[in-house]
């Protein structure tokens, strides 16, 4: 289960931090992603991080602004997002890729993300 929260309504430039609590499996192994999806667009990749090792991946829209980490001992994947745009409004969510998986398999509900200008 995922459990994300931590969106609002901020102003161009204003940072939020975005936090989504995993529960009911050991996530060795796994990847935990955010995605988001604005009104009329597809759900778009944001960041991964490797459970294990913490490696991260962006994409190239929020490199330098956005970064993501994981607590192990609370297991949680939090997104910290700086310099926010109005294009970065979306709902937001997390997600776990399970090993060996192509996709990833269990999504949060999402949270609302307004940026406005």
């Given at each position: 289960q995922l459990q994300a929260s931590g969106g609002g309504l901020v102003q161009a430039g204003d940072s939020l931090r975005l936090s989504c609590v995993a529960?009911?499996?050991?996530?060795t192994n796994h990847i935990m992603g955010?995605?988001?999806?604005?009104p009329?667009?597809?759900?778009e990749?944001?960041?991964?991080?490797t459970w294990?090792?913490?490696?991260?991946?962006y994409a190239d829209s929020v490199k330098g602004r956005f970064t993501i980490s994981r607590d192990k001992a609370?297991?949680?994947v939090d997104l910290q997002m700086n310099t926010l745009k109005s294009e970065d409004t979306?709902?937001?969510?997390?997600?776990?890729?399970?090993?060996?998986s192509r996709n990833y398999n269990y999504w949060?509900?999402?949270?609302?993300?307004?940026?406005s200008s």
């Open positions: 529960s009911g499996r050991t996530f955010w995605f988001r999806q604005a009329g667009k597809e759900r990749f944001v960041a991964s991080i294990n090792l913490g490696t991260t991946n609370k297991n949680t979306a709902i937001y969510y997390c997600a776990v890729q399970r090993p060996m949060g509900q999402g949270t609302q993300v307004t940026v």
